[in-house]
């Protein structure tokens, strides 16, 4: 288990189609797309990003040096990836951190301020990027910290990543063991972003879980992914290309239809004890190619 401190190493614009001549200039609204356009994220677009929290060095490379220059770096990195596809890059930022210690309301995670997620919202927009708020729950409510964050949400460029290891039940901590999640819980939570989505005539919203080991997620066959979500789950082992390739086909062989796949890169932790980063040509060679390829 990869644990620092109180958290874990590896945690729009408004558009539409031209009215009609019949319609009046004032009264015709534009639909609101994705970044770099259209409403649909998959099979269109493959997502390439970093994740982490700014002024934690150990939560992800997102959260050190300058944040325009980290975007433009997932761009340059993202160029490999394209592969018939338009990369759309992607900032993980960690918007509920998972904390060791209780904290005032017993629910071992702590929020980032919304300066925090308005700065790196920004940046995304600079960039025509998207936005991704990870969620480490501790013993919080997965749910309940997605509806906090709805004020978010509402926009075309944000979407939601849960980290289901740090989502403990009652009596457990983060770090001590993993936590867990259920395909029944996922499906809630996907089924309340549809339902922001069709409220608000957003694009497609992401929906990525990450998954660390098979026992993260339980009764994953039940997950279902409702219309106006593009649920993700995203294989997060650690190890050399040949361990990490072993993780990912434990994961995606039982994944129920309607899901996309991810996979996670470690630029420290998959270089250790004589391993390697795996190169964007072995990754794009998984099976299925993952939609969504994470650096932490």
Not at 130 to 144: C, E, F, K, W, Y
Request: proline letters at 8%; glycine letters at 10%.
């Amino acid at each position: 288990m990869r644990h620092v401190g109180h958290a874990r190493r590896g945690a729009g614009r408004s558009t539409t189609a031209r009215p009609s001549p019949a319609a009046s200039p004032r009264t015709a609204r534009r639909r609101a797309e994705l970044p770099r356009g259209g409403r649909r994220v998959f099979p269109e677009h493959r997502l390439v990003g970093y994740c982490g929290l700014p002024g934690a060095a150990a939560l992800g490379r997102l959260g050190t040096g300058d944040l325009d220059d980290r975007v433009a770096e997932i761009e340059r990195r993202g160029r490999a990836y394209a592969d018939g596809r338009q990369v759309l890059p992607v900032l993980e930022l960690l918007a509920v951190v998972a904390n060791s210690a209780p904290g005032p309301d017993g629910a071992y995670r702590s929020r980032t301020p919304d300066a925090t997620v308005r700065a790196f919202h920004e940046a995304a927009r600079r960039h025509r990027a998207l936005l991704l708020l990870n969620i480490q729950p501790g013993r919080a409510s997965a749910l309940d910290e997605v509806r906090a964050l709805e004020p978010w949400l509402v926009h075309p460029d944000v979407g939601i990543a849960l980290d289901p290891e740090w989502e403990m039940g009652p009596g457990e901590k983060p770090g001590d063991t993993y936590g867990h999640t259920s395909g029944a819980e996922l499906t809630r939570i996907a089924a309340r972003l549809a339902a922001l989505v069709e409220r608000h005539d957003l694009p497609e919203k992401v929906f990525v879980h990450h998954q660390v080991a098979e026992s993260v997620v339980r009764d994953g066959q039940r997950i279902t992914a409702p219309a106006g979500v593009a649920m993700v789950k995203s294989a997060d082992g650690i190890g050399t290309p040949r361990l990490k390739r072993q993780t990912w086909e434990r994961l995606v062989d039982p994944m129920p239809r309607g899901l996309h796949t991810g996979f996670k890169l470690f630029f420290e932790e998959d270089a250790r004890d004589g391993g390697r980063l795996m190169t964007p040509d072995e990754v794009l060679g998984l099976t299925p190619r993952p939609s969504y390829v994470m650096y932490e």
